[in-house]
């Protein structure tokens, strides 16, 4: 006599095991857009083709813990929103207002065709950590030491990817976030070199800009400035050649001299896994 019922059943186990494990962490928004500090939030996504049910998981940041509702599902190949304040009746803001249609209700418009449940959150701006639990076997958390910048999400680049800290970038959308979405990850080859600046038109001393960049494995990134007439004003010290990284600038000079306002041209060459370069120009403007 064969015993096909509990293999049967192990096959089962096996598969909701690996179904559960395709659920990860894709986006991140610790840094909210403004002043408006209840605008946190963290998306899902499901790497597999099965739906997977997280009604009793838990959502962890630092001291607290949220059971996820009966409700919420992921379908395969979707994503999910955790969200610091999901709805408000009131004119205080929220993630339905700010991303949705501000009718007070999710779900009732096309943006807003992914789930979406409030958890406890408070993130950290310049670090922090978030989890996922199912409660027994599966784990998996996101943790960042930097900050993306007001209104940028920290979004992982490859959805299918490792999770690994060079498989997380700010987001390069305009937008700063595409919660629910995943827009900004279509384009992304290993191979991409990004870099940007925000803003491009500043006023020097009195504020700064940050310059962005994404290099290939195993690059290293050199950036001068030049004026319009060809000189080269600033070289920028970069100590640590990571995959994603950032700086800030005021507007001086190699010499700590503050730069007349005008338009400068930022060089950025890279060399080793990726040999290229790209130009963008930079603004300094006067206050009067």
Not at 89 to 118: I, L, N, Q
Not at 195 to 215: D, H, K, N
Not at 216 to 242: H, M, V, W
Request: aromatic letters at 12%; charged letters at 25%; hydrophobic letters at 35%.
């Amino acid at each position: 006599m064969t015993r096909t019922f509990p293999i049967y059943l192990l096959l089962l186990t096996c598969l909701f095991n690996e179904a559960r494990g395709q659920v990860v962490f894709s986006e991140v928004l610790a840094n909210e857009p403004g002043s408006w500090v209840y605008l946190e939030w963290v998306e899902l996504f499901n790497r597999g083709e099965t739906e997977v049910d997280l009604s009793g998981w838990s959502f962890v940041e630092g001291g607290d813990t949220t059971e996820l509702p009966e409700e919420a599902m992921i379908s395969g190949r979707g994503f999910l929103v955790l969200a610091r304040h999901l709805l408000t009746s009131s004119e205080e803001m929220s993630f339905e207002r700010y991303w949705g249609d501000s009718s007070g209700v999710w779900g009732d418009a096309p943006g807003e065709s992914y789930p979406a449940f409030e958890v406890k959150m408070s993130l950290g701006n310049p670090e922090g950590e978030v989890l996922l639990w199912d409660g027994s076997s599966y784990e998996t958390s996101f943790f960042w030491n930097s900050d993306a910048g007001g209104g940028v999400s920290w979004e992982r680049i490859d959805l299918d990817g490792p999770d690994e800290p060079t498989n997380w970038w700010p987001c390069p959308d305009p937008r700063g976030t595409t919660p629910g979405w995943g827009e900004s990850h279509h384009d992304y080859s290993p191979e991409m070199f990004v870099i940007e600046i925000l803003p491009e038109v500043f006023v020097g001393g009195e504020e700064s800009t940050t310059i962005r960049y994404q290099l290939p494995p195993n690059t290293e990134l050199t950036l001068k400035l030049y004026d319009i007439e060809g000189r080269l004003r600033k070289t920028f010290e970069i100590t640590a050649q990571k995959q994603i990284g950032e700086l800030e600038w005021n507007g001086e000079d190699d010499n700590g001299q503050l730069l007349p306002g005008g338009v400068y041209i930022l060089y950025a060459t890279t060399s080793g896994g990726h040999s290229g370069d790209k130009t963008i120009t930079i603004a300094i403007a006067k206050r009067f």
